[in-house]
């Protein structure tokens, strides 16, 4: 329909010959609507098979006893209605506990991991707009974490964490003394500094990229109009740059919270498949709940859940950027 | 024009569709000139070197039966996982290994072909295995989900020249013993004893051991779980107080879970490790045989009212079949061939295990000290875990307490009485 309409649109005011060519040439009548949705058909097939039937199948497993007696026909698996959520939701229940527990640890973690990564992002970005010799290079270097495969990058950060022969430990307690006891860095409540550390690291060269691109989407008059107007450096980021850079920094925050807030990768390979309470992150604790001690059903509900809570988060930051937007 | 691509589009996915048609086509009647995929458990010192043990045995086989086998070998970490993914969408290998301790719960999905008298008689039949490896295979009751292939039990390994060094002429008896042994061997760059204490399966282990001798259970006879016993609450105390009161271990082995615990005895920074079968292993890291003693797992010095004289697990591996199989005679005929007199002797020989079928035991690669030792705990002083379904999800919960127990420990917060129970209540609550 809509290649249909804006082929009129461009074609009609000035160019009726042409126009009416294709419609002479096109046989009339049934082939000419189902065409689009023939072309379409590809991806309405392919975003059923991976986003809308595993979801729906997901939800369907939340509301069966589905263990390790059902798994291989999974279809037969007895229906409890609401109890797995009953179940997962009762704080008082050891399983409510640790889903809220590990879900409190995954909001600290996501606001840490974002707010550090921004920051880091955006200062090396500015720092980096002007030209000067070692920039290229320095970028490049920059951007390593990004591109090195996720379980090389963790897997070498729990070397280095190790509480005897790690690097870390080496350097604060060796080399600069800032320590006299070596502490763990992978098991107890340094932990989640571990896994925050390594969490911004991955993730802020993406920060870094996404406002470099903003930067240089800035026209070069607004900082000389500011800078007539005897604006200074941080006079001018917080009202030409910032301002600026609004539109990217929106989506590069939700991209950011919504990656961070499932990561999976990062505790998995930094801990192994059980982390420690600290930094026991909620997706880690659904995989738990839900492949290592065979608890699908309980598993799927926890899942419907943080889904429902993504959904919701998103949907209102997106209501209340956008008015703000219509606002300014 | 969209008719023609229509056409086109039409003759490519007809034209796919019988290729994959021709995929299929591939089975033939009889054995020969099929392809088995096996999924090998990790026996030796790493992936590589268990490709490289198994290839020419594979092709001895291919050359007696015309079967090729594919072999995947893959690690433990992963195993539980993969087999559970293959048990439900019923794709995956043929043949697979599975440590024995699982075979309960992955019976329970019905993914696995039963080993009753018929299908045992294909393999040699039942009376070729040694009862408690066979009985270690599946639920109590129900034909055996698998067949054992390597069996292994717990032992006390200690560093010859650490202890004469030390004065001590004889390897502990008692956990009193193994605690006083190892203040006297810890000092310097050595501790006295070595744990695996971040890996949940090692720490499921010993909390079995541990609780049958002090007279607990980890499930009633009707399968549910009793992780808060006060007597599990002695046992798991017991086990991390090793590191906790008596500080025989380094704290730094709380975050251990890739077998360092092997690598810092075969280095001389532990004089004891508690593990099974690990000669193949210290081998391999260049700690020569006549470097260290074996002796078997201690026990309490006064066991309390219902202790048991059990000192390990009946650990082991064993040979699974999944039902999806297209093959099921060459699978069989795989697995007869694996549970043979000579590959049994071959592979237990390289691997430091010992055979799963009685008609070798008395072949003389299995008289080493450390065999010796192994066998005589097997035949005497070992238990098989809870034959529960619930088995697998017990290792996870209990193991995942006890490395959060030894991290508290190392970390230097008390380990009570009270803190323990509170672990284990939480994982028994966690099991639904």
Same mark, same amino acid.
């Not at chain 2, 390897?171 to 744990?195: H, I, M, N, S, Y």
């Given at each position: 329909?809509?290649?249909?309409?804006?082929?009129?649109?461009?074609?009609?005011?000035?160019?009726?010959?042409?126009?009416?060519?294709?419609?002479?040439?096109?046989?009339?009548?049934?082939?000419?609507?189902?065409?689009?949705?023939?072309?379409?058909?590809?991806?309405?097939?392919?975003?059923?098979?991976?986003?809308?039937?595993?979801?729906?199948?997901?939800?369907?497993?939340?509301?069966?006893?589905?263990?390790?007696?059902? =798994?291989?026909?999974?279809?037969?698996?007895?229906?409890?209605?609401?109890?797995?959520?009953?179940?997962?939701?009762?704080?008082?229940?050891?399983?409510?506990?640790?889903?809220?527990?590990?879900?409190?640890?995954?909001?600290?973690?996501?606001?840490?991991?974002?707010?550090?990564?921004?920051?880091?992002?955006?200062?090396?970005?500015?720092?980096?707009?002007?030209?000067?010799?070692?920039?290229?290079?320095?970028?490049?270097?920059?951007?390593?974490?990004?591109?090195?495969?996720?379980?090389?990058?963790? =897997?070498?950060?729990?070397?280095?964490?190790?509480r005897d022969t790690g690097l870390v430990n080496h350097v604060l307690v060796d080399q600069l003394h800032l320590l006299d006891d070596r502490p763990f860095w992978l098991i107890g409540e340094n932990s989640f500094v571990a896994l925050l550390t390594v969490s911004v690291w991955r993730s802020w060269p993406f920060a870094f990229l996404c406002v470099m691109a903003?930067?240089?989407?800035?026209?070069?008059?607004?900082?000389?109009?500011?800078? !007539?107007?005897?604006?200074?450096?941080?006079?001018?980021?917080?009202?030409?740059?910032?301002?600026?850079?609004?539109?990217?920094?929106?989506?590069?925050?939700?991209?950011?919270?919504?990656?961070?807030?499932?990561?999976?990768?990062?505790?998995?390979?930094?801990?192994?498949?059980?982390?420690?309470?600290?930094?026991?992150?909620?997706?880690?604790? =659904?995989?738990?709940?839900?492949?290592?001690?065979?608890?699908?059903?309980?598993?799927?509900? !926890?899942?419907?859940?943080?889904?429902?809570?993504?959904?919701?988060?998103?949907?209102?930051?997106?209501?209340?950027?956008?008015?703000?937007?219509?606002?300014? | 024009?969209?008719?023609? $691509?229509?056409?086109?589009?039409?003759?490519?996915?007809? &034209?796919?569709?019988?290729?994959?048609?021709?995929?299929?086509?591939?089975?033939?009647?009889?054995?020969?000139?099929?392809?088995?995929?096996?999924?090998?458990?990790?026996?030796?010192?790493?992936?590589? *070197?268990?490709?490289?043990?198994?290839?020419?045995?594979?092709?001895?086989?291919?050359?007696?039966?015309?079967?090729?086998?594919?072999?995947?070998?893959?690690?433990?970490?992963?195993?539980?996982?993969?087999?559970?993914?293959?048990?439900?969408? /019923?794709?995956?290998?043929?043949?697979?290994?599975?440590?024995?301790?699982?075979?309960?719960?992955?019976?329970?999905?019905?993914?696995?072909?039963?080993?009753?008298?018929?299908?045992?008689?294909?393999?040699?039949?039942?009376?070729?295995?040694?009862?408690?490896?066979?009985?270690? &295979?599946?639920?109590?009751?129900?034909?055996?989900?698998?067949?054992?292939?390597?069996?292994?039990?717990?032992?006390?390994?200690?560093?010859?020249?650490?202890?004469?060094?030390?004065?001590?002429?004889?390897?502990?008896?008692?956990?009193?013993?193994? &605690?006083?042994?190892?203040?006297?061997?810890?000092?310097?760059?050595?501790?006295?004893?070595?744990?695996?204490? &971040?890996?949940?399966?090692?720490?499921?282990? $010993?909390?079995?051991?541990?609780?049958?001798?002090?007279?607990?259970?980890?499930?009633?006879?009707?399968?549910?779980?009793?992780?808060?016993?006060?007597?599990?609450?002695?046992?798991?105390?017991?086990?991390?107080?090793?590191?906790?009161?008596?500080?025989?271990?380094?704290?730094?082995?709380?975050?251990?879970?890739?077998?360092?615990?092997?690598?810092?005895? *075969?280095?001389?920074?532990?004089?004891?490790?508690?593990?099974?079968?690990?000669?193949?292993?210290?081998?391999?890291?260049?700690?020569?045989?006549?470097?260290? /003693?074996?002796?078997?797992?201690?026990?309490?010095?006064?066991?309390?009212?219902?202790?048991?004289?059990?000192?390990?697990?009946?650990?082991?591996?064993?040979?699974?079949?999944?039902? $999806?199989?297209?093959?099921?005679?060459?699978?069989?005929?795989?697995?007869?061939?694996?549970?043979?007199?000579?590959?049994?002797?071959?592979?237990?020989?390289?691997? /430091?295990?010992?055979?799963?079928?009685?008609?070798?035991?008395?072949?003389?690669?299995?008289?080493?000290?450390?065999?010796?030792?192994?066998?005589?705990?097997?035949?005497?002083? *070992?238990?098989?875990?809870?034959?529960?379904?619930?088995?697998?999800?017990?290792?996870?919960?209990?193991?995942?307490?006890?490395?959060?127990?030894?991290?508290?420990?190392?970390?230097?917060?008390?380990?009570?009485?009270?803190?323990?129970?509170?672990?284990?209540?939480?994982?028994?609550?966690?099991?639904?």
């Amino acid at each position: 329909m809509a290649t249909t309409t804006s082929a009129r649109d461009v074609a009609a005011p000035e160019r009726p010959a042409r126009r009416a060519a294709p419609v002479r040439r096109r046989s009339p009548g049934r082939r000419r609507s189902l065409l689009p949705y023939l072309l379409l058909a590809p991806a309405v097939v392919l975003e059923l098979a991976v986003h809308v039937v595993p979801m729906l199948v997901g939800a369907w497993m939340s509301l069966r006893e589905l263990t390790q007696f059902h =798994i291989r026909d999974w279809s037969t698996a007895p229906f409890v209605g609401w109890d797995n959520y009953r179940v997962v939701l009762d704080v008082d229940s050891a399983v409510g506990a640790q889903l809220l527990h590990s879900f409190g640890v995954t909001v600290g973690y996501t606001v840490a991991s974002v707010g550090l990564s921004w920051v880091l992002g955006t200062t090396a970005a500015v720092l980096l707009q002007r030209p000067f010799r070692g920039r290229a290079v320095l970028r490049a270097l920059f951007l390593t974490p990004y591109a090195l495969p996720v379980y090389t990058a963790v =897997i070498t950060w729990s070397f280095l964490f190790q509480r005897d022969t790690g690097l870390v430990n080496h350097v604060l307690v060796d080399q600069l003394h800032l320590l006299d006891d070596r502490p763990f860095w992978l098991i107890g409540e340094n932990s989640f500094v571990a896994l925050l550390t390594v969490s911004v690291w991955r993730s802020w060269p993406f920060a870094f990229l996404c406002v470099m691109a903003g930067l240089q989407n800035i026209p070069g008059e607004l900082y000389e109009a500011a800078a !007539m107007d005897g604006a200074g450096f941080w006079r001018r980021l917080r009202s030409v740059t910032l301002p600026m850079l609004r539109p990217v920094n929106l989506v590069l925050v939700l991209v950011l919270f919504l990656w961070t807030f499932n990561d999976f990768n990062t505790p998995y390979v930094l801990f192994g498949g059980s982390a420690p309470e600290q930094a026991n992150l909620i997706s880690l604790h =659904i995989y738990r709940s839900s492949f290592k001690t065979w608890d699908f059903g309980a598993g799927s509900a !926890m899942s419907v859940l943080l889904l429902l809570f993504l959904l919701l988060v998103t949907a209102g930051y997106l209501l209340l950027t956008n008015r703000r937007r219509n606002d300014a | 024009m969209s008719r023609r $691509h229509l056409a086109i589009l039409t003759a490519a996915v007809l &034209a796919a569709t019988t290729l994959t048609a021709c995929g299929d086509s591939g089975d033939s009647s009889g054995a020969a000139g099929k392809t088995l995929t096996y999924w090998a458990s990790n026996q030796g010192a790493s992936l590589e *070197a268990d490709k490289q043990t198994l290839q020419p045995e594979l092709d001895k086989f291919e050359q007696q039966t015309g079967i090729k086998v594919n072999v995947e070998v893959v690690p433990w970490s992963d195993l539980l996982n993969r087999l559970l993914t293959a048990a439900t969408s /019923g794709q995956g290998p043929d043949v697979v290994n599975i440590g024995n301790t699982w075979s309960a719960s992955l019976q329970a999905t019905g993914a696995l072909v039963e080993f009753d008298d018929a299908t045992l008689a294909k393999v040699g039949g039942k009376d070729r295995f040694v009862p408690a490896a066979l009985a270690a &295979a599946g639920a109590p009751g129900k034909p055996p989900a698998a067949v054992p292939l390597y069996s292994l039990a717990y032992a006390l390994y200690y560093n010859k020249k650490a202890f004469a060094d030390a004065g001590v002429t004889s390897p502990p008896t008692t956990w009193e013993q193994v &605690a006083e042994v190892g203040r006297k061997l810890t000092g310097g760059d050595r501790w006295g004893l070595a744990v695996e204490g &971040a890996n949940p399966s090692e720490n499921a282990h $010993h909390a079995f051991t541990f609780s049958q001798q002090y007279g607990g259970e980890w499930f009633d006879s009707a399968g549910k779980p009793t992780f808060d016993t006060p007597q599990n609450v002695t046992a798991v105390k017991r086990y991390v107080d090793l590191m906790a009161v008596d500080r025989i271990v380094n704290p730094s082995n709380a975050e251990y879970a890739q077998n360092q615990s092997v690598s810092d005895f *075969a280095n001389g920074k532990a004089a004891m490790l508690l593990w099974q079968a690990a000669g193949s292993n210290l081998k391999s890291q260049n700690m020569a045989p006549d470097a260290y /003693g074996i002796a078997p797992v201690p026990f309490p010095a006064a066991p309390p009212a219902g202790g048991k004289k059990v000192n390990s697990m009946v650990a082991g591996i064993n040979m699974a079949v999944f039902k $999806h199989t297209k093959n099921t005679d060459a699978a069989l005929e795989f697995v007869k061939f694996m549970t043979s007199d000579a590959e049994q002797v071959a592979l237990n020989r390289t691997y /430091g295990s010992l055979p799963a079928v009685a008609t070798v035991a008395g072949d003389p690669a299995f008289a080493a000290p450390e065999q010796k030792v192994l066998q005589q705990t097997l035949a005497t002083t *070992a238990a098989p875990l809870p034959q529960v379904p619930d088995e697998s999800t017990f290792e996870t919960l209990v193991g995942t307490a006890i490395k959060e127990l030894f991290a508290d420990a190392a970390s230097g917060r008390p380990v009570t009485e009270e803190s323990v129970r509170q672990k284990l209540t939480r994982a028994q609550q966690q099991m639904r």
